[in-house]
């Protein structure tokens, strides 16, 4: 009976313990700090300056809830002072306990790139100065949708203004942690006459084009 020399059957051994390390395994990689998907932190596609987008920002775990009138005071005036700078403008937000919605405009992917960051550290700093602590606030990269028809951008502003709803929060009329008070697309509701914290639209899509779908309801549930 021939034998297999023992030089082949030791690189077949070896082939089979370097094959049991190979390839996606079960629970293989780095584990998960949070229940959220993260955001892939791939190359951010080129951005046209007459598309708006909708952007969320999500906080790290264990933070207080942004719905409070201390948290809003301090969010809003970051966005504020943001809005405007790099050629990015903020122009719809809403708060929820977790994350904040945002509908902005951007010039270019660079300064949609350098106005969101600016945002974020000054947002990141108005809250560490409330919660008395250091240290990184949001726990991921935003999530940027473009919206490039009148209905997708209806949608959003729907969704957005009315987000708390969304995640079952009981809200009568207008949400108070949103932009909602100086929105003028509300179905017999006129703007508030105050300073707004967000910048007037710029796009034919956000100023004009997404009401060719109709003024948007206070009650209307977001879709």
């Avoid at 790290?60 to 700078?85: I, K, M, Q, Y």
Wanted: charged share 30%; glycine share 8%; net charge positive.
């Amino acid at each position: 009976m021939q034998r297999t020399p023992r030089r082949v059957s030791r690189a077949r051994q070896q082939e089979l313990e370097f094959r049991r390390w190979g390839g996606a395994r079960r629970d293989a990689g780095r584990k998960r700090t949070s229940r959220y998907r993260r955001v892939a932190h791939r190359a951010r596609p080129e951005h046209r300056a007459r598309i708006p987008l909708h952007v969320t920002l999500r906080l790290r775990e264990g933070f207080p809830t942004l719905r409070s009138r201390p948290a809003r005071t301090a969010v809003v005036d970051a966005l504020a002072d943001g809005s405007g700078r790099f050629g990015f403008r903020v122009n719809q937000f809403s708060l929820q306990s977790n994350h904040i919605h945002l509908i902005v405009e951007a010039e270019d992917r660079i300064a949609l790139g350098r106005g969101i960051r600016a945002m974020l550290v000054r947002v990141a700093r108005a809250l560490n100065r409330l919660w008395n602590r250091r240290g990184s606030v949001f726990s991921d990269r935003y999530h940027a949708k473009p919206l490039r028809t009148p209905r997708e951008v209806r949608s959003a502003l729907l969704y957005v203004l009315a987000n708390a709803r969304h995640h079952g929060i009981r809200v009568i009329g207008i949400d108070p942690f949103s932009s909602g008070a100086w929105f003028d697309g509300w179905i017999g509701r006129p703007a508030a006459t105050s300073r707004s914290p967000c910048t007037r639209a710029r796009t034919w899509l956000l100023d004009r084009g997404w009401r060719r779908h109709g003024a948007i309801g206070v009650e209307e549930p977001p879709v």
